[in-house]
């Protein structure tokens, strides 16, 4: 009885599974999945919505595309992991294309693209970005990021601590247990224009380096859907051309976050 009723658990997930993948190629509903922690370009509001830059680039992309857009939140070590097991279609959600997460999902074109940095106290006598510069230091990052992997393969005469969120680092940072923090400038600021993050100051950007950063962040679907990644890419081109990414853009930053 009891294998019986695993079965059916079975058919019925694989059979929800296998509907959402068609409703995904059909173009008539894509689930999008989002970490909801990484202002400003995906975080929950007070009242619990979505938002950001990657939500609302995302809203536009399937209004272009004439698809219903259904949101869900996912921890971000888990982000990749849920994409293959169905969970969502896409990942929107800042994630840059790497030659190593390329292995395991397609990626559209690039949607945006900004430099890394390194964020310290006030105080601090660090004046530069170089390994020389953080030699001996802590160095904090949310893991599974680049900015994780290039601190690790970089400051390899720091100590390298991981977190699961921006906000943690930001945390420890604050209360003085790190020396230095490495994330996306654009993160970074944001941060720095809270209360919170009054603590400290932007100690410099990083060169990005292509083999680890890639060539900007772009979005994430299953392996071998071609026809939703084609679709995807021709609506980023289409807000690139219509006004919409401006628009969009300019809500958040004073720049070009496309980048060149």
Avoid at 182 to 203: F, H, P, S
């Amino acid at each position: 009885m009891r294998t019986t009723r695993r079965l059916a658990l079975f058919s019925a997930a694989f059979l929800a599974l296998a509907a959402g993948a068609a409703h995904a190629q059909d173009g008539t509903k894509i689930r999008i999945g989002t970490e909801g922690a990484y202002p400003p370009f995906n975080y929950t509001t007070a009242d619990g919505q979505l938002a950001g830059f990657d939500i609302d680039i995302a809203r536009a992309l399937c209004e272009e595309m004439k698809a219903e857009c259904e949101f869900v939140t996912q921890d971000w070590d888990g982000m990749i992991p849920a994409l293959q097991a169905g969970k969502f279609d896409a990942i929107i959600a800042s994630m840059s294309i790497t030659p190593e997460r390329l292995e395991q999902v397609d990626f559209t074109d690039k949607y945006y693209n900004t430099p890394p940095a390194v964020v310290v106290p006030k105080d601090s006598d660090i004046q530069g970005v170089t390994p020389e510069d953080l030699a001996g230091k802590t160095i904090g990052a949310q893991g599974s990021t680049t900015h994780a992997n290039y601190a690790e393969l970089t400051y390899t005469e720091s100590e390298v601590r991981l977190y699961p969120t921006a906000e943690e680092y930001q945390l420890d940072m604050g209360n003085g247990r790190l020396d230095a923090v490495v994330d996306d400038i654009i993160v970074l600021q944001e941060w720095l224009n809270t209360e919170e993050g009054a603590c400290c100051r932007v100690a410099g950007t990083i060169t990005p380096v292509e083999e680890i950063h890639g060539p900007g962040v772009g979005i994430a679907i299953r392996k071998g859907e071609d026809e939703l990644r084609e679709r995807f890419n021709a609506a980023i081109k289409a807000l690139r051309e219509n006004g919409k990414y401006k628009e969009i853009n300019d809500k958040y930053f004073d720049f070009d976050a496309y980048g060149e």
